[in-house]
């Protein structure tokens, strides 16, 4: 059972799970929630309180659940996870970088500061995007990325087909990148999909991927990214490090 709890004058909804989810209650909470996102366009926050995450009772519980964010991430400002569960760290700092609300975790007794930090925090429009340049030595280049905010799949747009025609006409060009990613908060979920196939169509390319940041998932990002390309990947906290090894 998942019980919910509308509270349409905070724009905030309340879930709370009683035993292991089921694949209708993710039905009950789009009957509830979606009349009030038709009505006024978005949710402030959602808190999902619950002391132990109960898990699901069976595949398609777990399948309507990715379903429903799927739907509703982009009609969230907030999400609070306010639960004693090391699933709530888990999703603060690597679930969080694929969906578009913002996402906190508090610990059970927490509460009254969950709802302080949703109602407390602005909804002003967030800046993001992707800045990239390009310099090229006969078939050697050097392409600089710099990254702000949560990038979307209309980031990506712009940057492929740079990359694109800068390569146009090169059989085999040696790609060398400075990617600075101290100002990213992560990706939309089809943006992380669109990162991962531009890695997919360049992974022989590259030779050598300088990552600037200091984000404490950067390692995890550092190794999973360098399964799917044949060059080096490194992360530096400075950027004249970074581009000293680039040029070596």
Not at 65 to 88: C, P, R, W
Request: proline share 2%.
């Amino acid at each position: 059972m998942l019980q919910v709890t509308l509270n349409k004058e905070d724009s905030l909804v309340i879930l709370e799970p009683h035993g292991e989810l089921s694949e209708s209650d993710f039905t009950e909470v789009a009957k509830i929630i979606d009349p009030y996102i038709i009505e006024v366009g978005k949710i402030r926050g959602i808190i999902i309180k619950t002391e132990f995450f109960p898990g699901w009772n069976s595949f398609s519980a777990l399948i309507s659940h990715l379903n429903f964010v799927q739907e509703h991430h982009k009609k969230v400002s907030y999400i609070a996870l306010v639960t004693d569960s090391m699933l709530g760290d888990f999703a603060e700092h690597i679930v969080s970088h694929f969906i578009s609300a913002k996402v906190q975790h508090f610990a059970y007794d927490a509460l009254d500061e969950a709802k302080k930090w949703i109602l407390d925090s602005s909804l002003g429009i967030v800046q993001h995007g992707v800045s990239i340049s390009i310099e090229r030595i006969d078939d050697n280049f050097l392409l600089s990325f710099c990254a702000i905010g949560r990038l979307t799949h209309e980031d990506y747009e712009k940057i492929t087909p740079i990359i694109d025609l800068a390569l146009q006409g090169v059989k085999e060009p040696k790609l060398n990148v400075f990617a600075d990613i101290s100002q990213l908060d992560g990706w939309e979920l089809r943006a992380a999909w669109d990162d991962f196939k531009i890695g997919l169509k360049y992974a022989y390319d590259f030779d050598k991927i300088a990552i600037y940041g200091q984000q404490s998932w950067l390692k995890y990002g550092v190794i999973i990214s360098s399964w799917f390309t044949s060059g080096e990947v490194k992360q530096f906290n400075s950027k004249e490090e970074a581009f000293n090894w680039l040029r070596t």
